[in-house]
């Protein structure tokens, strides 16, 4: 069973900083791409920043320039460094992972995963 595991979450006061990490553990083969996906009170749930196995990533407009995602494809952990967090940053923040799993000697599976999320909530 694959799982993905998220910390770092809470609150902070806007201007500060935050760094959320997510840990997949499971039978993986391999992870290609890893994300972080928010979804607020009322809104959507929206893409915030992804990162591929070599290392391209991909922004939301509302947060380049203050987040910066990373990867350490050795512990399988993605990280967000989330600085300049403004209110409207709060919101639940799930990691997504697409995996490959083998669940046979003779096949292999792609997977999509999602944590649990963390909470963050940006407020004076």
């Known amino acids: 069973q694959v799982q993905l595991v998220e910390s770092g979450g809470g609150l902070v006061q806007p201007g500060g900083s935050l760094r959320l990490s997510c840990a997949a553990s499971?039978?993986?083969?391999?992870?290609?791409?890893m994300g972080w996906y928010r979804q607020a009170p009322g809104k959507e749930h929206e893409l915030v920043a992804a990162i591929s196995s070599g290392g391209t990533t991909n922004y939301a407009d509302s947060v380049k320039g203050r987040f910066t995602i990373s990867r350490d494809n050795a512990k399988k952990t993605v990280y967000l460094q989330m600085n300049s967090l403004k209110p409207e940053d709060t919101a639940v923040y799930y990691c997504n992972a697409d995996v490959t799993i083998r669940p046979s000697l003779t096949s292999y599976r792609a997977l999509e995963v999602w944590g649990q999320g963390t909470l963050v909530t940006v407020s004076s």
């Open positions: 499971g039978s993986i083969v391999s992870i290609n791409v």
